[in-house]
């Protein structure tokens, strides 16, 4: 079992930076592929990033690729997510997962066992 638990979201400017962070607890975070996911108002939770076990592999959504970066730190039990250049479109409540697979990064939201709760960023134009 893994509880998960999001901070670090606001409200930015166009152009501006944020960094998300993932607290996880429970001893097995580290054997956990870890993702992150947005959703929009009237939209469908949609893939951002994902990291594997390790940290040594990443794989990132064609929209934020360039921008956005994921990273682990397993002795904290932490995910991050640093995002750079935000866009108006970029506006959503974000959610981190934890996917008991770790032997792939997988984009699709039924492959995640865990979810947090969200936090919310909003970008202004």
């Known amino acids: 079992q893994v509880q998960l638990v999001e901070s670090g979201g606001g409200l930015v400017q166009a152009g501006g930076s944020l960094r998300l962070s993932c607290a996880a607890s429970?001893?097995?975070?580290?054997?956990?592929?870890m993702g992150w996911f947005r959703q929009a108002p009237g939209k469908e939770r949609e893939f951002v990033a994902a990291i594997s076990w390790g940290g040594g592999s990443t794989y990132y959504a064609d929209s934020v690729k360039g921008r956005f970066t994921i990273s682990r730190d397993n002795a904290k039990n932490t995910v991050y997510l640093q995002m750079n250049s935000l866009k108006p479109e970029d506006t959503a409540v974000y959610y981190c997962?934890?996917?008991?697979?770790?032997?792939?990064?997988?984009?699709?939201?039924?492959?995640?066992?865990?979810w947090g709760q969200g936090t919310q960023v909003t970008v202004s134009s």
């Open positions: 997962a934890a996917d008991r697979d770790s032997a792939r990064l997988r984009v699709g939201v039924t492959y995640y066992d865990y």
């Open positions: 429970g001893r097995t975070f580290s054997s956990y592929a």
